[in-house]
């Protein structure tokens, strides 16, 4: 008889398999009857994560569990599965854990902004805790279950209703907080990509549409030494003691264009920005001009004018020098602080050091 002893142990441990290896139930079909019972039904259910976790089996968590998902990925808005939960709360009849949970839960819609966000409001209040109490800071809405299944499990019928309703409650409030961190969790991507672009504009700012020498990083960092930190880079600059270089072309130089060096005396520049790069860019300067070269022995060197930024870096002007008789000259400028800017983080100069 002893050598049928393992196989027989070996078909009830295969018998009891599919047992063992089921967890979570719809917990709206139990039926304890005893507080003993519902207390193991409880601690059970609660060690699998079946009240409202991602395991649980009950009609409300087979139809919010996908869109939970979805508000990960940022496929869906939150609001419409927090309402989904809220109408099944409504739904479920009287019942004192239910009064309690549809007070809070409607208080918190309550605040709950037109566009579904609701990501500075305090969503771990429906946490069930370790003690398996709902709402301890609020005494009038406190919820404990464990002390609820005790008291109304008087009889079988009683302990269904009050396991129920306590098994409800939990899933309800729980499915309404794993909504809430799903948003969130998609709010803290957002930021990330927000920053992330933000740091791309503040560094296109300085390097990008005109380069700035630290004077002017100075004059137009002024300008956010005091504003938030997580501000926006801005659509103009003020152009201010800004050297650069340039080629002239006069009636008098035979087709040879001499190089000069320019002095942007003042100026402005401005901008649109598409994503993290600018557009349409336009501005314009008074110019200080010496030539570094002259067609005919004579030149006076000295010039002022004035010039207009285009966009792709372009700049195009007009000088005039009072005693050459080649006076007038077009200009072509050429942005020589890009050669001492490129590279360099330029950008905590502009924000105070921040």
Avoid at 96 to 115: D, F, H, I, N, T
Avoid at 206 to 216: D, F, H, I, K, T
């Amino acid at each position: 008889m002893k050598m049928f002893r393992a196989p027989a142990f070996l078909l009830t441990v295969l018998a009891a398999a599919p047992v063992l290896a089921q967890t979570c139930q719809d917990t709206q079909k139990l039926e304890p009857k005893t507080a003993q019972e519902a207390g193991d039904l409880w601690s059970g259910n609660r060690d699998d994560d079946c009240l409202g976790e991602d395991k649980c089996k009950s009609a409300l968590c087979v139809s919010v569990g996908p869109s939970i998902e979805k508000i990960k990925g940022g496929k869906m808005a939150p609001t419409a599965a927090l309402r989904a939960v809220f109408q099944d709360l409504e739904a479920a009849g009287k019942g004192p854990l239910y009064e309690k949970l549809r007070r809070r839960m409607g208080l918190y819609l309550a605040q709950v902004s037109e566009g579904g966000t609701f990501e500075n409001l305090n969503g771990s209040q429906f946490e069930i805790s370790a003690a398996q109490r709902l709402f301890e800071s609020q005494p009038a809405d406190t919820i404990d279950f464990e002390l609820y299944l005790q008291e109304h499990c008087s009889t079988p019928a009683s302990c269904t209703a009050a396991w129920r309703e306590a098994a409800a409650v939990a899933t309800q409030s729980t499915l309404f907080r794993r909504i809430i961190v799903a948003s969130m969790g998609t709010g803290r991507l957002g930021m990330v990509e927000y920053l992330t672009g933000l740091d791309a504009r503040w560094r296109h700012y300085v390097l990008g549409p005109r380069a700035q020498y630290p004077w002017e990083l100075l004059v137009n960092g002024w300008r956010y030494r005091k504003a938030a930190n997580l501000v926006e880079p801005p659509n103009n600059q003020f152009i201010f003691a800004h050297p650069s270089t340039a080629l002239e072309l006069s009636g008098r130089d035979k087709g040879q264009a001499a190089a000069s060096l320019l002095l942007e005396a003042f100026g402005w520049n401005s901008w649109t920005w598409q994503g993290n790069e600018t557009r349409q860019r336009f501005g314009a300067s008074a110019i200080l001009s010496w030539r570094t070269t002259t067609a005919l022995a004579g030149d006076r060197i000295f010039g002022y004018g004035a010039m207009v930024h285009l966009p792709h870096s372009l700049s195009i002007g007009y000088v005039y020098r009072p005693t050459d008789l080649g006076r007038h000259s077009l200009v072509l400028g050429a942005d020589a602080a890009k050669l001492f800017t490129k590279g360099s983080d330029a950008r905590k100069q502009l924000l105070g050091g921040q």
